[in-house]
């Protein structure tokens, strides 16, 4: 039953690993960013944290994940505030942040091999990267949120622009 659960671990921490390339490679290129997409990409962030880590059955003290995140948060908010949004084609397009993506999930892999392994406090550390990206990534995806609500196309600034300065409409 032990070389079951092993196999079935090792297993998990290679799905981890190959998934996490396959969203940074499929993250590499801009791609459209909806209305509603960044605020479900941040409650997603926030959503998988718990469901992983209680999957996986490691744990990290709330005194140590709490800072964590709220770091995270802290750095994916101005993150997000650098990121190039901008208009092509009619649609508002940005570049996903692949780096936290990396860190995130090369890090869960990590965590999931250490548990393997018995070892709780390894495990555990190895969570607080896996904390700190989930919030980074949720704090870019409100920032994005946030930033896309302002947007406004092109052209429609252009012609209210003689409108605003109370010239004459041609």
Do not use: H, N
């Not at 039953?1 to 396959?22: P, R």
């Not at 944290?49 to 209680?54: A, G, H």
């Not at 709220?70 to 508002?92: E, H, P, S």
């Amino acid at each position: 039953m032990d070389a079951l659960w092993l196999v079935l671990g090792l297993a998990s921490a290679l799905w981890t690993v190959i998934a996490t390339f396959i969203m940074v490679f499929r993250s590499r290129q801009e791609g459209p960013v909806g209305k509603l997409a960044p605020l479900w990409s941040a409650a997603l962030s926030l959503l998988m944290l718990p469901v992983l880590t209680l999957l996986g059955g490691m744990r990290l003290t709330p005194v140590l994940a709490w800072p964590a995140l709220l770091i995270g948060l802290a750095i994916g908010l101005v993150r997000g505030q650098a990121t190039r949004l901008y208009y092509k084609d009619g649609q508002a397009v940005a570049r996903s942040s692949m780096l936290f993506l990396l860190g995130w999930g090369l890090s869960l892999a990590i965590a999931q091999l250490c548990d393997l392994l018995g070892s709780t406090l390894l495990s555990s550390l190895a969570l607080l990267p896996v904390y700190l990206s989930a919030g980074t990534q949720a704090g870019i995806g409100l920032s994005l949120f946030l930033r896309r609500r302002r947007m406004r196309l092109p052209g429609a600034e252009l012609a209210a622009a003689p409108a605003a300065l109370g010239l004459p409409e041609r």
